[in-house]
């Protein structure tokens, strides 16, 4: 079983969808969680991070952590063709000092106008 | 935002030979650089923690001396791929952690490197 489990897609949505893309994880000792956006041939960029559990809003992103079901989403309102892009959740604990991440396969996003 | 510069951004080389692609962080410093290789469709998998100053950590299944790292200033790691082979045809990243964290205990990406072996 693979520590961080994510579903690779592709999702397909239409413009204005509300996107949600979920990872779980199986090390109860995670507790930094992040989400990237992979454009192609591209490396990552930092979308949102969050200590722990809870709801975390920048925009028109909001991730939420639930670690008693060791379960993390990023919801996407206002979908635009723009936000086409693979996005993968990370995660780290603090026995590697937030530095060693833990990767998902990434989901691939469409949006389509 | 800190910004990461991976150098080249793509790599044609023969089979057999080396290739040295180099990582920097433009405004911050960082002791600490990771190593990641990613193959298409496939997520990100650390290679090595590379440290300034001192030998590089290495994942399980990563071979040190065919991926050599170098770690000569806070500002700059090198990845050497040493006899290359088609099978490590691959993309790069790199990633660092400044020393001083500027927004939490955020990790910078680069751009990535493209490596075709033929």
């Known amino acids: 079983q693979k520590e961080v489990e994510q579903d690779p897609g592709p999702l397909s949505v239409p413009e204005g969808a509300i996107v949600s893309l979920n990872c779980t994880y199986s090390?109860?000792?995670?507790?930094?969680f992040m989400w990237y956006r992979q454009y192609s041939r591209k490396g990552p960029e930092l979308l949102m991070y969050?200590?722990?559990?809870g709801n975390k809003e920048d925009g028109r992103f909001t991730a939420q952590v639930d670690k008693s079901s060791k379960y993390i989403s990023l919801f996407i309102r206002d979908s635009q063709p723009s936000d086409s892009a693979t996005y993968l959740c990370?995660?780290?604990?603090?026995?590697?000092?937030?530095?060693?991440?833990?990767f998902g396969t990434g989901t691939r996003l469409l949006v389509s106008p | 935002g800190a910004v990461v510069s991976q150098h080249p951004s793509w790599v044609i080389c023969k089979s057999g030979t080396s290739v040295k692609i180099e990582c920097r962080s433009l405004?911050?410093?960082?002791?600490?650089m990771f190593w990641y290789r990613q193959f298409p469709k496939q997520s990100l998998m650390l290679m090595a923690t590379?440290?300034?100053?001192?030998?590089?950590?290495?994942e399980q299944g990563v071979e040190k001396d065919k991926f050599l790292i170098n770690h000569a200033s806070l500002t700059l790691s090198t990845l050497t791929v040493t006899s290359a082979h088609p099978e490590d045809s691959s993309f790069y990243i790199c990633?660092?952690?400044?020393?001083?964290?500027?927004?939490?205990?955020?990790?910078?990406f680069g751009e990535g490197s493209w490596l075709t072996v033929v």
């Open positions: 990370a995660m780290t604990t603090m026995n590697t000092g937030f530095q060693k991440l833990v």
């Open positions: 969050t200590y722990s559990s």
């Open positions: 405004d911050f410093q960082a002791t600490t």
């Open positions: 590379s440290n300034e100053g001192s030998k590089a950590t290495y």
């Open positions: 090390n109860s000792a995670f507790q930094y």
């Open positions: 990633s660092a952690r400044p020393d001083r964290p500027l927004f939490g205990n955020t990790i910078y």
